[in-house]
């Protein structure tokens, strides 16, 4: 890099020659400025890159600077602010090896450099060392998601490296389809196609129902028949085309798997693939529609596990037949004409896991 350094852009060499520093030197330490005082006009940022070896710090630690001479934001060059004649001064002052007055500009020059440098780094996310997820920037895109707290990050379920490249789509609180289908795909990592407006029955609650000659019944103004009404905006479907077996039942809600594992027979897998599926939903819609989700899985993606026989009367990983236990087709023919298998279960944003 030291050979090549004409080859990078200045701000990522920099922070290249940073990220090579294991002894814990700050900025000022690893990399020390110095003006080119060459009359000619410089075909590049950077002149001449140096290693040097600096004495021991005061911890005892030995450090390495890379002394780097440039022309570009120094006092005394022949792109500076000072007048030529002053700078011709200090030229001829160094080539006499006078540099008292080379160093002491030297000082600012350092200076100068390095917060060009930090600014920079402030506004491009390419040039911290740290994650992604844990610069200023990350901050602020988190703000404007909603995300900028601890406890309101925790609402979503993906690890923040994930989310901020989707920053620009959860801005938005005006969430579209299109939105919700292009991060559940990502997400989930399958196909995803969005229903709305399926609609569903909604409960009255008790003090709107009508109650003739007490309350709610006037007609064609507050009674209403009966103990539900039909609201087409209740409820959208999601449905998701899953790879195989395995991946229906990581997207299973956790009353759908087995409740107590067994020792010595193997149900169906569940892991946390539906905590996330569970709360992208709840995140995105925000809590003002039901969604109901359908599983589709191939025939042919589905294998053959032949049926339990439990020697006792309570049976932990017992299948459910049309929900993670179907009949095999005959043949592989049959099995490629056969219809996708569905499971279907409800997310209510408001109450806990239904069947749908």
């Not at 110095?34 to 006009?41: E, G, K, N, Q």
């Not at 992604?132 to 900028?148: F, N, V």
């Not at 989930?188 to 003090?207: C, H, K, N, S, Y």
């Amino acid at each position: 890099m030291l050979r090549h350094y004409g080859d990078f852009n200045v701000f990522q060499l920099m922070r290249l020659l940073l990220a090579e520093s294991d002894d814990g030197a700050r900025m000022g330490e690893r990399l020390r400025f110095r003006a080119d005082l060459s009359a000619a006009f410089p075909a590049r940022e950077f002149t001449q890159l140096k290693l040097l070896a600096t004495p021991d710090r005061a911890d005892g630690v030995a450090t390495h600077s890379i002394e780097i001479s440039t022309a570009n934001f120094c006092i005394a060059s022949v792109i500076g602010p000072l007048p030529e004649s002053f700078t011709e001064w200090v030229r001829e002052l160094a080539a006499a090896r006078y540099t008292a007055m080379s160093d002491f500009l030297d000082i600012f020059n350092q200076r100068a450099n390095i917060l060009r440098f930090q600014m920079k780094q402030e506004l491009t996310m390419g040039l911290h060392q740290a994650p992604p997820q844990q610069t200023g920037m990350a901050h602020c895109m988190a703000a404007l998601m909603g995300l900028s707290q601890p406890q309101l990050a925790s609402q979503m379920p993906m690890p923040a490296r994930n989310w901020l490249g989707l920053a620009g789509l959860l801005a938005n609180r005006r969430k579209q389809s299109s939105t919700i289908v292009h991060m559940l795909s990502l997400a989930l990592g399958a196909p995803v196609r969005l229903t709305p407006f399926i609609g569903a029955w909604q409960e009255i609650d008790e003090q709107d129902r009508c109650l003739l000659g007490r309350r709610n019944h006037r007609l064609g103004r507050t009674s209403v028949a009966g103990r539900r009404v039909w609201d087409q905006q209740a409820r959208f479907r999601l449905d998701i085309n899953v790879a195989d077996y395995d991946a229906l039942c990581r997207l299973l809600p956790p009353a759908l798997r087995q409740l107590e594992p067994s020792s010595e027979q193997s149900g169906p897998p569940g892991t946390a693939h539906f905590e996330l599926l569970d709360g992208m939903v709840r995140l995105l819609v925000d809590r003002l529609a039901d969604c109901e989700v359908v599983l589709h899985v191939a025939a042919s993606g589905l294998r053959g596990v032949p049926l339990a026989q439990p020697s006792r009367r309570r049976d932990a990983n017992s299948w459910r037949l049309g929900q993670t236990a179907w009949l095999l087709p005959a043949n592989e023919e049959a099995a490629r004409d056969a219809q996708p298998r569905e499971v279907r279960y409800l997310i209510s944003t408001t109450k806990s896991l239904e069947a749908a």
